[in-house]
C-alpha cells in the first residue's frame, strides 16, 4: 500500500513563495510519475505540474508556468512544489499525486494514488 503525505501549505502574502512537499512511503517501485493538483472551493480539481520520475521530465499548466517548478528527490522518495510569486487565485487545497502510468499527465483520472491534501491560503 502506497500513503502520499503534504506538508508546507499555510497562509501567505501575495507575491509571496511557498514550498511544498510530498513524502511517499510503503512499495513505491512501481510509481513512474508524480504531480501536484490543486483544488478550490467550489471548483474542480485542477493539475499544476507533473514530473517523471526517472529523468525529471516536467509539464506545467499554463496557469503556473514561471512560477512554480516541480522537482524530485528519488533517494527520499520525495516530491516537492516550489511556489513563487503567490497569487490570491493559487488559494485551495493543494495534492501530491501518483501513478505508475507512463505518460506524463496534468489529467485527474490519471493518477492512482492521491494524499490527503494541505491548505495554501494566499491573502493580505
Known amino acids: 500500500q502506497l500513503q502520499l503525505v503534504e506538508s508546507g501549505g499555510e497562509l501567505v502574502q501575495p507575491g509571496g513563495s511557498l514550498r511544498l512537499s510530498c513524502k511517499a512511503s510503503?512499495?513505491?517501485?512501481?510509481?513512474?510519475?508524480g504531480a501536484w493538483f490543486r483544488q478550490a472551493p467550489g471548483k474542480e480539481r485542477e493539475g499544476l505540474a507533473s514530473i517523471r520520475r526517472r529523468d525529471g521530465t516536467t509539464e506545467y499548466a499554463d496557469s503556473v508556468k514561471g512560477r512554480f517548478a516541480i522537482r524530485r528527490d528519488n533517494a527520499l522518495n520525495m516530491v516537492y512544489l516550489q511556489m513563487n510569486s503567490l497569487k490570491p487565485e493559487d488559494t485551495g487545497v493543494y495534492y501530491c499525486a501518483a501513478d505508475p502510468g507512463p505518460f506524463l499527465s496534468l489529467q485527474p483520472d490519471d493518477y492512482k494514488y492521491y494524499g490527503q491534501g494541505t491548505q495554501v491560503t494566499v491573502s493580505s
Open positions: 510503503g512499495f513505491t517501485g512501481d510509481l513512474v510519475k
